[in-house]
């Protein structure tokens, strides 16, 4: 009934204007506060010198930005033009020599490169660190248990989370590289992750087992290995393996415009960094509660909105190579704009599709079912906090995010239930999307509240919540809930058009022209009407 549901045009109208004056007003009240208080303590202490010519200074709150495009630029730069050239040289060499042999030892030279540079930028030991796992993981899954490849996954795992394992493991890697724990860390956990997708596929393998190799040529494809994304053995080893490298039209220039869309992306969060603290403001709880409601709950949106971009641009940056390599990456993550149910709040879509093809889907079946949905959900947010490192923020977190996701699927249910679907089946259905975007608004919030949680701090997320719902009631709740109501309506209608052009009517044959025939009596009327066949258009509507 959503699908087909389209409002009156002057009403998508009207929601834009009134989510465009929103963003502006919150928007001009956040950059007021940078302005002003750039003095501060807490501004001092996150808030460094920029571009000289600005005469603004940056933001640098986000480590993880500040370490991919200020101190890890260059190495990144380096480290992905000579994957990018390497590869090209090989394949021109094996080109001239034989063309049956491009397909055949295409991933072997990733391979390869990606053991060099690992071991020029992490030394043998860390090298040594990371075959260790893999034997062990490969060992195991000749065992062909699933119980057993996932305990012993997520115990190597928990080694890289816990003391005194980590100073242990991280003993091996010495040396004054500034990127060295960092590197560390990330190029272990998804060697893990890896590792534990290869022991899973063979698993599932009737006939014989992978080679030790292939789970070699996947750990090691050195754009995917210190920092994911993720994808599956299964989807690697075919695409990887695949004999027809042929492009499809347009494909160059689609990879060409993905590259230069990421960095003009750059420039602008560059720019914004440098006028709107958004990362900063956050950390200091004196100010937040002197500035205004709009201010604190769109510092609260613009906060999901930063990480988005920033996870989306560096996945985007590392998907761009892969795509040059013929891979299909996982792509990048929904933005939280579009997000009003927690079955898609994802902010890493490899991570995502893991757990959701060997934990969540594995254990849900078809998610139908209240008492397997909640063990599936609650295995999948365990094995989430794990991997983010335990925590009481991150425990929290997946609680409340595990509550939100089942607690949709009751409410889905009692819905479905009498008196409530005869109910929806009588009005229209526009108005059944109206009342559907009002509790998708509540919705709305409760995703942005829960994330905030993980991205700043529990002080942050407790004050946007007191000044959404209590200090500012009733006059900024409704009105937030107001515009936040007209942002689902056209997330909705965009969907909406989406879903037509995915999946459009189709067109039905023209009626044969009918053969001169008798008057047919009323008896033989009625038979024909009620052997006629349903419409599929209509089928398909309701």
Same mark, same amino acid.
């Given at each position: ?9 002057? *009403? ?16 001009? !009240?956040?950059?007021?506060? +940078? ?41 990144? $730069? ?44 992490? /030394? ?43 100073? !242990? ?42 080679? $030790? =190799? *292939? ?12 920092? /994911? ?20 039209? /347009? ?84 933005? $939280? ?12 879509? /490899? ?45 929290? !977190? ?29 009005? +229209? ?40 719902? =209590? ?16 942002? $689902? ?52 509507? *309701?």
């Amino acid at each position: 009934m959503g699908v087909k549901a389209a409002l009156p045009r002057y *009403e998508l109208y009207c929601y834009n204007v009134v989510l465009c004056m929103a963003m502006l007003w919150a928007a001009r !009240w956040i950059f007021d506060v +940078s302005s002003s208080n750039s003095n501060r303590k807490t501004f001092k202490t996150s808030v460094q010198p920029g571009w000289y010519y600005s005469g603004r200074k940056i933001d640098t709150a986000d480590v993880e930005w500040m370490m991919w495009f200020s101190t890890f630029r260059e190495h990144i $730069i380096f480290a992905l033009s000579g994957h990018v050239i390497f590869a090209k040289i090989c394949s021109l060499l094996m080109l001239i020599l034989s063309c049956s042999l491009i397909p055949q030892y295409r991933s072997l030279v990733f391979m390869v490169y990606g053991m060099l540079a690992v071991f020029t930028s992490m /030394g043998w030991a860390y090298v040594t660190l990371i075959l260790s796992h893999c034997v062990l993981l490969y060992s195991i899954s000749l065992v062909k248990l699933r119980w057993l490849c996932f305990v012993a996954g997520l115990t190597t795992l928990a080694t890289f989370k816990m003391e005194p394992f980590i100073s !242990w493991q991280a003993g091996f890697v010495t040396g004054n590289f500034e990127l060295r724990p960092l590197l560390f860390y990330g190029g272990c956990g998804f060697t893990i992750m890896r590792s534990m997708s290869f022991a899973l596929e063979n698993c599932e393998k009737k006939d014989g087992n992978y080679s $030790i =190799l *292939e789970l070699l040529k996947y750990n090691f494809y050195l754009p995917f290995f210190y920092f /994911g994304p993720i994808m599956t053995f299964d989807k690697f080893y075919i695409q990887a393996n695949n004999p027809n490298l042929t492009r499809k039209d /347009g494909e160059m220039w689609n990879i060409s415009l993905q590259g230069l869309l990421h960095l003009g992306v750059i420039m602008i969060v560059a720019v914004l960094l440098h006028f709107m603290y958004i990362l900063t403001i956050p950390n200091d709880m004196k100010l937040l509660k002197n500035i205004s409601d709009w201010a604190l709950v769109g510092l609260a949106y613009l906060n999901l909105v930063y990480d988005w971009v920033k996870a989306a641009v560096m996945f985007g940056v590392i998907n761009t190579i892969s795509r040059l390599d013929h891979l299909d990456p996982p792509k990048p993550p929904k933005c $939280i704009t579009m997000l009003y149910v927690f079955s898609e709040t994802h902010f890493d879509r /490899g991570i995502n599709d893991f757990l959701c093809k060997y934990v969540y889907n594995y254990l849900g079946g078809k998610h139908d079912n209240v008492l397997d949905e909640l063990i599936a959900s609650l295995c999948t947010f365990g094995i989430a906090a794990l991997w983010l490192g335990p925590g009481w923020v991150v425990f929290i !977190w997946a609680f409340l995010n595990c509550f939100g996701r089942n607690f949709e699927l009751w409410t889905a249910k009692f819905f479905t239930m009498e008196p409530f679907i005869s109910i929806e089946m009588a009005i +229209s259905e526009s108005m059944s999307r109206r009342i559907r975007a009002v509790f998708n608004t509540f919705n709305f919030w409760t995703i942005v509240l829960y994330n905030v949680l993980a991205l700043n701090s529990l002080e942050f997320a407790n004050l946007v919540a007191k000044r959404l719902l =209590l200090k500012g009631f009733p006059f900024t709740t409704i009105t937030v809930m107001f515009v936040t109501y007209c942002l $689902i309506q056209l997330i909705k209608e965009r969907e909406r058009r989406q879903a037509l052009i995915d999946d459009p009517d189709p067109i039905p044959p023209p009626a044969p022209a009918p053969a001169p025939t008798a008057a047919p009596t009323p008896t033989d009327a009625a038979a024909a009407a009620a052997t006629q066949p349903v419409d599929p258009n209509k089928q398909k509507a *309701e």
